[in-house]
Structure formats: structure tokens, C-alpha cells
């Protein structure tokens, strides 16, 4: 499927795929602007979602990756606005920047151990994330990376992780409680920069 092949298609409601599918690659906003576009189900034959490939596509509620996919690019889900569940299978190794950015109905994410760093604005402005677990193969989070996550209250961040980006947790809960390793963990500036979160934030330091 090329470079916005079916992009803007505003009365599209759903995609199938003939199984098997040989196909291996959802290009660059192949999807994208898609108005009606309700479900998606990926074959298991796709190895890579490009750049914007669903982007603004404000009625998709749930999205299932299947495991055969190893990179989701940049922006690929950006501004799903309506998106609630999302499966990251543990072929994935690559999460692109601000993959899941504006994705405010987004509830909770996994992130598989396959990955090792979540990119700048991944999960910015994901207003109704409430848990995300990170493994201990992630080893930096980058700037803004849940900036205006306003329902995420607590984030465990493991000991393998060695950079923190400026402002990665900005405006988010007022009384989110952060627990961040500082042996050899390089931190950003104004992770938290928010006065409520600044005055409320409760940091635990191991």
C-alpha cells in the first residue's frame, strides 16, 4: 500500500485484507485524515507501519498490531483521538516519535521489552492515560514523551533507564507520584514543569 493511498477517504468505515495477505509494509499516511474509519484489522504478514499511517483518524477506537510487526513509525497514530486499546506485540523494537501522540481516549499502554527507548512526544497529550508499564530494557525517555498525560498518576521508571528529556512528564496529574532511579540516570530539565505539579509531585528518589 503506497504513500497515502487511501488518505482522506472521509466515508470509509473499516479495512479487510485478503488473508493470506503478502503484504508487508503500511506506507506513510496511507490512511491518514480518514473521518469514518472505525476499525482496523492489520494482517500478521505486516512487518512495518510507516510514518502517519492512520493519523487523524478520529473514529478509530481499537487498534491490534499483530506480532509479525517490528516498527511503528512516526506520528503513525497520531490524533486518533477516539483510540482506546492498542496491543504492542513484542516484535516491536521501534516506537517512532509521537507515534501515539494525541491519542486522548487512549486508557493504558504496555510497552514491550523488545523496545529501548520511547522517542520524544510518544504519548503527549494521551489525556486519559492512566497506567503505562515501561520495562527494564527501556533506557531513555525522551523530551515531552507524556507531556499533558492529565490522568497519569503514578509511572514506575526502572533502573535501566539512563536519560530522562526536558519536560517529560509536563502537565500531567497534579498528584502524580514519579519513582526515578538516579544512579547514573542523566535528568532533564523541568520533567515536571507545571506550579501544581511542582507543588504536589511526589518524587521517589532510589
Known amino acids: 500500500i503506497g504513500d497515502y493511498a487511501f488518505s482522506y477517504c472521509k466515508t470509509m468505515m473499516d479495512i479487510s485484507f485478503q488473508i493470506p495477505s503478502s503484504l508487508k509494509t503500511i506506507k506513510k499516511y496511507a490512511f ?14 505486516v ?6 499511517a492512520f493519523c ?16 511503528i513509525g512516526n506520528g503513525a497514530f497520531c490524533d486518533c483521538t477516539s483510540l482506546k ?8 523494537t521501534s516506537i517512532g516519535y509521537g507515534a501515539f501522540c494525541d491519542c486522548h481516549s ?4 504496555v510497552i514491550p521489552s523488545s523496545v529501548k527507548s520511547i522517542e520524544p512526544q510518544t504519548f503527549r497529550r494521551c489525556y486519559s492515560l492512566t497506567k503505562v508499564t515501561i520495562p527494564s ?20 521508571i526502572p533502573s535501566s533507564i539512563k536519560s530522562i528529556g526536558d519536560y517529560a512528564f509536563c502537565h500531567c496529574a497534579a498528584s502524580i507520584s514519579l ?10 530539565n523541568k520533567i515536571t514543569q507545571d506550579d501544581d505539579i511542582q507543588n504536589n509531585c511526589i518524587c521517589n528518589i532510589y
Open 32 to 45: 491518514a485524515c480518514c473521518p469514518s474509519l472505525k476499525q482496523i484489522v492489520i494482517p500478521s504478514s
Open 47 to 52: 512487518i512495518s507501519i510507516e510514518e502517519g
Open 56 to 71: 487523524n483518524s478520529p473514529s478509530i477506537t481499537k487498534v491490534d498490531i499483530p506480532a509479525s510487526v517490528i516498527s
Open 85 to 92: 486499546e492498542i496491543t504492542i506485540p513484542s516484535s516491536v
Open 106 to 109: 487512549l486508557l493504558q499502554v
Open 137 to 156: 530494557s527501556v533506557n531513555s525517555i525522551g523530551k515531552v514523551a507524556f507531556c499533558e498525560c492529565k490522568s497519569l498518576l503514578h509511572i514506575q
Open 179 to 188: 519513582s526515578i532511579p538516579t544512579s547514573g540516570t542523566s535528568i532533564g
